[in-house]
Structure formats: C-alpha cells, structure tokens
C-alpha cells in the first residue's frame, strides 16, 4: 500500500506536542545502530550520555552552565526564524562579543574597578550587534542573502580572533600560546556557589528569555515579524517594515550572541582563546528548532541539548566516544525533528487504488 | 615552475573543487531544490574518498566511493525536504551539520596522514608550450573531465530535453505535475546528481589537491559554492568564471607567502570570504535580473495538493 | 422531466467521455458529490456553476490532474483505470487551465516541447500552421513571460491542437478576455467544433454559454442539479438552476451625495516597474470624489497589480513629483501605508489569503493586522479584549460564518473571508475605499451583500475605487469608469453613458499594432 501526505485543514496541536519526544525518540534509536555499528556498547555508552551527567553536582552544574548560552543564543535565533531571517552567523557574532568584551581586560589588565564587568557585558552586546549588523546592512541594502553573509561572516570573525591571539593580544608570558592573559577576578562573574564554574551570568539568558516571551506573546512587535514571516505580502499590505524586521531579528540575535560569547570569556574560559563558543551558534539553532521556536519550548530544549554536551563530554572518557558523536547526534536530531515535524501540518493517507488495478494485478 | 606558473598551475585545481560542488548545486537548484547541505555532502566524501584511497591506494575507487558518499548524504536531504516535504534551507543546514559530524568520525583513524596525489597527465606537445604548457597541460586529468562536464552540463540544461523537464521542476512544480512529469522524481534525481558532483569535489579536495586528511578541511569550500550558484546567476558559464576567480583568491596566501609580502595571513585566509560577501552584495543589489534568472520555484516545498 | 431523457440518450455507446459518480472530497468540503456527465463527440458542452460550485475540481477529475475518491470514468464507452493526465492526453484530451499552466521562464516552443515531441524546428513549423489555421498568432520563440495574459491562453490551446485532440477542456476561458476577443475564441472553437472536436467548456456567465454551447451541465455545491439545453431556457431559469434560488437584485440609485473635492487624486503618475516584463504605469490621472464609485476596468496584468500598490502605498516611490498622488488634497506620494491608513484611507486587495489576512493566524489576528491603532495597543503590547471585541462585532454585523473569533482565516470560504475583510476596513470608518477584485472566488450570495456595501457606504460620502475584471459587476456599482490598458488610464466615462463594447475598445485599443501588444 502506497501512502501520500494530505494537508490537514488545521495543524494538529497534539501531535506538535508529541513531535519532540518522537524525535527524541528516532534519534536515540538511530545512533544506538550506529553505536553498534561503531562496535561500542549502547547501554554505557546511553548511561554515560544521559544518565551519568546527573550522577554528579558537580556535573549538574556544567549542565546549567552550558545551558545558558545555549538558551540566551537559541531564544534570539528563534524570533528571527519566526520572521523567517536566517541568521545562522551567531557563531561569528559570539566570536565578536567574545573580543570585543576581552578587549577591556585585555588592555586594561591590572584594572580591579566594579565597573570593568559592567562595561564588558555593554561592550559584548556592541559587539555581536555590530556584527550582525553588517548582514543586516547588506541584505537591507543590497537584498545580499543573510544565510550566506551570516555564514561568511562567521569564516571572518574567527580569522580576526586568530589574528589578534597571534598578534597583538597574545600573552607575552604565554610561551607563545595563542591566547590573551587570563582575566583578573573584575573581568569575571563571580560563581554562584563556591568551587563550580557556574556563576551569575545565568541571569542573562533567564532575563532575556523572560523578555522574549513577552515580546513574541504580548508585544505588537513580535507579531509584527511573525507576520512578516508568515505572510511577507501581508506585512507589506499592514504597512509592516520588512526592513525592520531584519535589523529587528539580527541585532537582537547579535546582542544575545554578543552577551553568550562575553559570557564565556568572563565566565569558564577566563581569557580569550581559539575555541571562545564552543559551537554554541551551531547548537543553538537546532534548540531553536527543537523547542518548536517558542520560547518556552526552548527552555526544555536548550537543557536537553545543554545534557547532551555533557554527556558527550562524559562519554568520551568513560565510553571512548568520539566527540564527533556529539555533532552527529545533534545533526540526527535536527534531521528527524523536521521530518517529524510534517505531521503537524500533514496526515498519512493511503494512496487510493482502484478495486480493478488490484484485480488487474492477480489475474 | 616560476612562481607565476605555479600560481596559476594551482588556479585551476583550486577551481576544480568549487566548480564541481558549484555544477552540481546548479543542477539541484535548477529543479528547485536550495541544497545547503553541500558542505557537509563534501566533507563527507572528502573523509570517505581519502580514507579508500589510503586504504586501497586506488584514486580511482577513492573517487568512485567518495561519489556514492556524497549522494548518499544528499539522499537525507532529499528524503527529509522532498518526501517529508520539511523547509528546504532549515533541512539543508540540518544535513551538514550531520554530515561534518560524520565526516569527523569516519577520518578519525585517518587525521593528519597524508597519501602521495596521482600523477598529472602530460598532454603531448602542448605541455612542452613555454609558460602554458605547464600551466594549461599539466594538469590531473579530473580538471579537464571536470571542465567537459561543465560544458555538457550547459548542453543538457539549455538543449536537451531532460534539461528542459528539469527546468520546468524548477520552474512552476504544479504546472509540470499537470503534464504528468513526476516533480517529486525529476526532483529526487537532481539532488543526487548535486550529491554525486559534491562527493567528487570532496574527493578532489581530500585525494588531489592537498591529499591529506584533517578534519574540517573543506573550511567553508561548499558554502562558496553554494554561493557561486547565485553570482554566476544560474548560468554554467558564469559560474565556470566565478569558479576560476575564486581559485585564484583561495591562492592568494601561498602566493603572498612565496613572495614574502607581510599581509597578515589571516586577512588572506579570510579573504575568499571577503569577496563572497562583496560580490554577493554587488549581484544580489540587482533584484531583478536576480530574480529573473532564479528558478521561480527554488526553496519551495512541493506537497502536490491541489487547491480545490 | 427532459433532464432525465438528456441522461438516457447520453447514457448510451455515443459518447466521448462519460463521468460516472465522481466524488472528490478535501477534507471536510465535498467538493464533487456523485457527478455524472457526458460529452458527446463533436458537441460543445458546458459546465456551469457558480464560483465554488465544483466545476474546476471536476475538470480536474475529468483532466486526470487529480483522482476522484469514488466513481468512474468512462472512454468511448470503455471504463478506464488509472485514469491520469498523460493517458488522458493519449486519447486526445486537452485542457486550457484557469490560471496557465506554462513555464514563465521558457519560451513558447520549450513550453510545449515539454508535452509534444519533435524537434525544435518542426514544432516551430507546425505551430505556425495551426495559429494561422486558427488564427491565434502567437511568435513560437517569445518567452512565455513577456507575453500578455491573453497571449498565454492562446500558447496553451495551441499546445492542445498539436496533440491529435478530441476533446478540448476550457476552464473559465473568457474571464482573461476583452469583449471582442471573446469572439475570436468562439470562432476559435467553432472552427474546432466543425473539425470533430468536442469542447467541455466551463463558465460561470449564462450569456456565454447560451451563446456557443449545445448542452449544458449545472452543478450547485458539487451536486449536479440539470443537464439542460441551454438555448431552450431562459437566463433566468438557468440562474435558478445554478444558484438555487432567485438572484436577488441589487438596489440602485444615483450618486446624491458627490463631494466638491477629490478625495483621490492622481496627477501624471508614470512609474516604471521593477519587474522587466511587468507593464510600466504611463502618464495616468485619476480622481475620485466623496459619494461616488469610481471603477478601474482592463484585463489582468495590464497593471492593475503596479497602479494598486502605489496607490496603497506598499510600493512607495519617493521619486516620484510630490503632486503625484494626494488623498484628501494632502500629498501622500512619501508617505508610507500607515500615514495613509491614518488619513482615512481603507484597502481590500484582491489576494484575501496571504495579502489581505495571514492564512494560518486567527481572525483576531487578522483583526490586528490593519485594526491595530483602534485601541488595541498600549505602550506597544496588545490588548487581547479590545481585539475579540471588534472581531465579533465584525463577525456578527457582516454576517461572517466562522467558528469565531479564533477560527483560523484559512478556514473560512472565500465568500465568509471577503465579508470579514470588507468588514475589517469598514469598520475603521473609512473616508476613502479601495477595493481589488472584490467578488473574484466568492458565491453569488456574498458577492451581493458585498456590492450592496459598496452602494450604501457610497451614499454616506465614502469615496470607493474599485479595480475588476468583471465588466458587469463594474456596470452594476460604478458612477464612472477607467479603463486601464498597457499602464494607461483612459479618460473618465460616465457609467450610464457607456455600452460594455465601448468599453471593450478601451481595453483592446484603437490600434491593430497595439492590440497585439496589450492584450
């Protein structure tokens, strides 16, 4: 029996509500064949995956920090891909708040003023707002796709951050590590609780996810630019700026990627060095994604995802997994999640054949 | 060699990978279907074609293999946005993210191992021409199949009629459905075809060009060639030029190096993306042609009802 | 009962194609109940219905595009199995869709080398041959997207005539053409007729069909409710047959209630259009005063589309001489949609899903796209209540069926969905209306509590603009008349002075030379 997909009148709400878990669901499926394909063991490998980053406070805690700028990021992606912006440089605009929040201890090295953390959290938006603004400037200006420059743009941020660790900010005591000094203690949030690396630059993602679902729930504006989304035409006949929406969607996603990217360097890495956003731009799109672009859906998501790390983390001492794994895995998910997601707006039908084929066919 | 020589010797197998990745998306593209997956189908078959070749030492099977590899990673692609009919760019971005992973994975008992490129052929008498023979005819000989396979690929769009059904895919998906033409088919075929040249310039870049495996090693090659789809204006021949032009910028590093000029190599190694930028700003600035050239239909998700 | 005689005689071996109880349904709209119908060879046969009646979901069926979910169809007396467009167009079936099915980006002969082989040469040979048999001149190696609406019809029939045709499907044809080129299609189809070709011809305009047709097969909510000679009944009893009751007439009166001045003024407005193949709007002047209709006639794509935009404000042009378009004597050319909106300014267009409303957002949504300064922000965020209040209000006063304030606008009908949107503009207290296409997809009931809208805000001073395709509907509301033709406007007529086929000159122009440009 052959089947096709029909459209549904309207998007069915249960199944949206289901789509996470069957992705979820898939995902773990297909990498435990490819774990065995691997010659690995599914069962530790999954108990040191999901299992094993709870086993420890310590490790609970590296979940909520790397739940942060997951969450801040992917909160800020989601609104542009509501208005259908594809911003898919946050990578770079991390890249960009990371340097342009470092360059206060940077130069102001010996510097213990309150207001040193402060002018870095300012100076980190500036940053990733910048950044993003360049797509946002071409692609209003010149119709230039944002995907692409997003993309580009990521390519640039991360020769600009090579330059200066090999150039003018390297450590002159770093035995030629490409690397800054490490911050001093004003250049860092403090920690929430004493020995953990997780500190108060929590509040940021919490607060701006506050922000964002209010903004796409209560505000004029957000609906402004999921109407844009929804129905380009429509923004345009309700006098809505479709210029608007994308130095809307891009600097705001620039301000969140610039505060993750600052984040990280005041927070767990504590200087700036090659590897500021550990893929937090890439990661974040696909909790975007899996919180089903909304912003409470992206709560969940971003903890999933933040576990996920972890684990991966985890996995690959006490496992020997690859850390590729962790890549593919998000990949998987992503892939399944939009497959799965079809069903939201579409039913399963059989493919109507008529009574005389099938006798047709046996004689 | 002189340098120049050299500079331009490497021109043209710089270009070869773009241009493959850059045909093969052309084709995607032309039956309406925006591949963003390209990287990742490239690196993929870049890890898959390196890793036969170490292997096996046959460049042959290598390329052969890394083919298959790249479509098959465009199969996700497709499956995900033609059956399941999910958002083509979000589904794309999905593939390569999946297909970096993978490609990690399948090179890790390979990184950093090197394996001796394939001869070059000597075409007979011209590679013996002072400064082009070198240059022009000494090339391996994927960069000639590769530049034949432009021409043909030109043909086959513009002239035949397989080119012309692919085309009307792209074009209006619900008018070719209304003349019996399975979209979904023409569809599923060109993606593929996108995947097998994607694989093949994975396979040159991994095999040929700089035959060693690293991971992330295609940096950003297939994103360029996504690129160069639009610069060229969906024209083979444009994109031939684009393919060439952004050889030469990809180059501009060992040059600087050879010549001992003191740019910061990170402004080099920034550079091809620089000029994307600045030439995807200067083409795109004019909507119409753009819009005239692009098949009506790309990024489109085909669900094949019917309005009532 | 003769109808029941026409089914016996057509019941029998004669027949070209026969339908058996086609039933289509998508979703919950059963959009084909059970429809019989038969076409014998050489006869000219109508399908007629109004708008969502169900007679392009049956062409449909007939065609092979899409497959009926319960019933049969019949060749030549022989049941067919996996009945699909290309055996359909095997047997020598053809169609000319409503809305084209060419390639914009090919040219004419590449467009109908997709269905008919043969080398280029040949088939640019042999389409010369049939447009001059048939006299429907077409240049084989024009790109599809620089010919005119009426152009594309003539590429899609020709593209019928190459294959060995019996039977030619033509879905609402007319509705693309001028009076006058109305005519040639006729001639057209004659000539077609006397060859041995049937025809299955759909329509919505009794005249028409009384005009060419033999036979005539009504449908009312997919259902079929007479097979008919259609020169053997009156208008008026075909119109029952296809409405189900009496059309109620629309009360007219003289405009009593004309202001001094313009409420719409537009002054040399020349205005090149982004699209390369898109007409380019050419020295047009236009007003329109308080308490009058004013109504834009042409065929589509003459630029309607282009003079809408501007006059709306989505397509601004800061370029253009600040005296080029002023509502209520100020100059609005710089000014962007919502200045005007603020001025008094209310606009329907003709796309009701994806320009007019947001398909899958609510009706409160939808209220909030244009609603929005009625109070229902404040400091920025949105107050739900104020919002449901006016979509109710709209819903109860407009007469809209939906499942209310929330119901989703891609599920409401085309009629129920105009009603909300005219309902929407409304009432904003409008001092001046636009509306495009305003019955385009929606049945005959709405259509006249919508016109019936029109005539009483006119009496209240509201100055309405109204662009349309329909000649009759324009004869029935407007005060006075443009024609819009290649960009150009021309110059204003007086309703009741004018006759259609004036009209119709206007829309094809003086010139031969031009003709075959515009049109």
């Known amino acids: 029996m052959q089947f096709e997909f029909e459209r549904r009148v309207t998007p069915s709400r249960r199944v949206m509500m289901a789509v996470p878990f069957i992705t979820i669901a898939i995902t773990i499926f297909l990498s435990g064949i490819m774990l065995l394909l691997q010659g690995k063991s599914v069962g530790l490998t999954f108990y040191a995956f999901f299992i094993e980053p709870f086993e420890s406070a310590y490790s609970i805690s590296e979940i909520f920090l790397k739940f942060g700028p997951l969450l801040l990021i992917a909160q800020a992606l989601a609104i542009g891909f509501r208005a259908k912006i594809w911003n898919i440089g946050a990578e770079g605009q991390m890249i960009m708040g990371a340097i342009a929040a470092g360059s206060v201890p940077v130069f102001l090295t010996d510097s213990s003023s309150i207001f040193i953390l402060p002018a870095m959290i300012i100076l980190g938006a500036l940053g990733g707002m910048a950044w993003a603004a360049i797509a946002a400037f071409l692609k209003t200006k010149y119709n230039a796709n944002e995907i692409l420059v997003t993309l580009m743009l990521t390519s640039v941020a991360l020769q600009v951050l090579y330059y200066l660790l090999l150039g003018p900010w390297k450590d002159p005591m770093g035995f030629n590590f490409p690397q800054t000094v490490m911050f001093q203690d004003a250049a860092l949030f403090p920690p929430i609780i004493f020995g953990f690396r997780l500190n108060y630059s929590l509040v940021i993602p919490i607060l701006f996810t506050i922000f964002a679902w209010i903004y796409m729930e209560r505000r004029f504006g957000g609906f402004q630019l999921v109407v844009g989304g929804l129905a380009p035409q429509a923004a345009t006949y309700a006098g809505f700026s479709s210029k608007g929406a994308v130095w809307k969607s891009l600097l705001i996603a620039g301000m969140a990627a610039g505060l993750a990217g600052m984040s990280e360097v005041a927070g767990p890495i504590g200087q700036l060095q090659r590897s500021v956003t550990s893929g937090y731009g890439y990661s974040a799109i696909i909790v975007a994604y899996l919180g089903a672009l909304h912003p409470i859906g992206i709560i969940f998501a971003a903890f999933f995802l933040a576990v996920i790390h972890i684990g991966g983390d985890i996995a690959l001492v006490s496992a020997d997994l690859p850390i590729s794994s962790v890549h593919i895995f998000q990949g998987l998910l992503l892939v399944t999640y939009l497959a799965s997601y079809t069903f939201v707006n579409y039913r399963l039908k059989p493919r109507k054949v008529s009574q005389e084929q099938v006798g047709g066919a046996s004689s | 060699m002189t340098p120049f020589e050299f500079f331009l010797a490497g021109t043209m197998s710089a270009a070869t990978v773009f241009l493959l990745a850059a045909l093969g998306e052309l084709v995607a593209e032309k039956s309406g279907m925006l591949n963003l997956g390209v990287e990742g189908m490239m690196a993929v078959a870049a890890a898959v074609g390196f890793v036969v070749t170490y292997q096996t030492g046959s460049h042959i099977l290598g390329f052969v293999i890394a083919g298959f590899a790249g479509i098959a990673v465009s199969l996700v692609f497709a499956v995900v946005s033609i059956t399941f009919l999910a958002n083509q760019v979000a589904t794309g971005l999905a593939v390569g993210i999946l297909g970096l992973g993978l490609s990690a994975l399948i090179g890790k008992e390979h990184e950093s191992l090197t394996i001796t490129p394939p001869g070059s052929i000597n075409i007979p008498i011209l590679s013996e021409l002072p400064f082009i023979g070198p240059v022009l005819f000494q090339q391996n000989i994927v960069v000639y199949l590769t530049i034949l396979l432009a021409i043909m690929i030109a043909y086959c769009l513009n002239k035949t009629r397989l080119g012309l059904v692919i085309r009307a895919a792209g074009e209006n998906p619900k008018a070719a459905e209304a003349l019996s033409y399975s979209v979904k088919f023409i569809r599923f075929g060109s993606v593929a075809f996108g995947g097998l040249l994607a694989g093949f310039a994975g396979a040159y870049a991994s095999t040929i060009y700089t035959p060693l495996w690293a991971d992330g090693m295609i940096a950003g090659r297939g994103w360029i060639a996504v690129a160069l789809v639009v610069f060229g204006t969906w024209k083979t021949g444009r994109i031939f030029l684009g393919a060439y032009l952004f050889g030469m910028v990809s180059l501009g590093e060992l040059v600087a190096q050879s010549l001992g000029i003191g740019i910061p190599s990170q402004l080099l190694s920034a550079m091809p993306f620089i000029v994307t930028i600045t030439v995807l700003a200067v083409i795109s600035s004019n909507g119409a042609r753009l819009k005239l050239h692009a098949p009506y239909a790309l990024g489109e998700t085909y669900d094949g009802s019917e309005p009532r | ?519």
């Open chain 3, 1 to 519: 009962m003769d109808e029941r005689k026409l089914t016996a005689m057509h019941n029998d071996q004669s027949s070209l194609l026969s339908l058996r109880g086609l039933t289509k349904i998508y979703g919950s709209l059963v959009a084909n109940d059970a429809v019989d119908l038969d076409v014998s060879p050489g006869s000219i046969h109508a399908v007629l219905g109004e708008n969502g009646a169900g007679k392009s979901t049956l062409m449909k069926l007939a065609y092979g595009v899409v497959s009926p979910d319960a019933g049969e169809i019949c060749w030549q007396g022989k049941k067919m199995d996996n009945w699909n467009t290309s055996i359909a167009r095997e047997l020598g079936i053809g169609m000319v869709f409503q809305h084209f099915s060419l390639f914009e980006t090919l040219s004419v002969v590449e467009n109908i080398a997709l269905t008919i082989k043969g080398s280029r040469s040949e088939l640019i040979e042999r389409i010369k041959q049939v447009s001059r048999e048939y006299q429907l001149e077409i240049e084989p190696s024009a790109m599809v997207n620089s010919l005119s609406v009426g152009q594309r019809q003539r590429v899609e029939i020709i593209r019928c005539l190459l294959q060995d045709l019996k039977l030619l499907i033509l879905d609402e044809p007319t509705s693309v053409l001028p009076p006058q080129h109305v005519r040639s299609l006729f001639d057209a189809l004659r000539k077609l007729q006397n060859n041995g070709v049937a025809i299955l011809y759909i329509s919505h305009k009794l005249e028409e069909i009384r005009e060419l047709c033999d036979t005539a097969t009504i449908l009312r909510n997919g259902k079929v409710t007479g097979i008919i000679d259609p020169n053997k009944k009156s208008a008026h009893e075909l119109a029952t047959l296809m409405i189900g009751r009496d059309i109620p007439k629309i009360e007219q009166r003289q405009s009593t209630n004309k202001s001094e001045n313009a409420i719409l003024k537009i002054t040399n407005l020349s205005a090149k259009n982004s699209d390369p193949f898109g007409p380019e709007l050419k020295d047009i002047n236009l007003s329109v005063f308080g308490g009058e209709i004013v109504g834009i006639a042409g065929v589509s794509g003459n630029g309607q589309q282009e003079l809408g935009r501007i006059i709306s404000g989505e397509d601004l042009r800061r370029d253009l001489p600040s005296s080029s378009i002023e509502i209520l004597g100020q100059s609005v050319t710089n000014k962007d949609v919502t200045s005007r909106r603020d001025l008094g300014f209310s606009f329907v267009p003709e796309e009701r899903l994806g320009r007019g409303a947001v398909p899958p957002m609510s009706l409160n949504q939808n209220t909030l796209l244009t609603a929005f300064k009625d109070g229902m922000l404040k400091n920025g965020f949105i107050q739900n209540n104020v919002v449901t209040q006016f979509t109710q209000k709209c819903i109860t006063d407009f007469k809209v069926k939906c499942s209310g304030p929330s119901a989703a606008a891609n599920s409401l009908s085309g009629g129920n969905l105009q009603k909300f949107l005219v309902g929407r503009e409304l009432m904003l207290a409008p001092k001046f209306l636009f509306m495009s296409q305003p019955t385009w997809g929606v049945d005959v009931g709405a259509a006249n509590e919508i016109r019936q809208k029109l005539i009483s805000l006119r009496e209240s001073g509201v100055a309405i603009l109204v662009i349309s395709e329909e000649l009759e509907e324009l004869f029935e509301i407007t005060d006075r008349i443009y024609v819009l033709r290649s960009g150009r406007l021309s110059p204003s007529l007086t309703t009741s002075d004018v006759t259609p086929d004036e009209i119709g000159e206007y829309m094809i122009g003086e010139t031969r030379e031009e003709t075959e440009h515009a049109v």
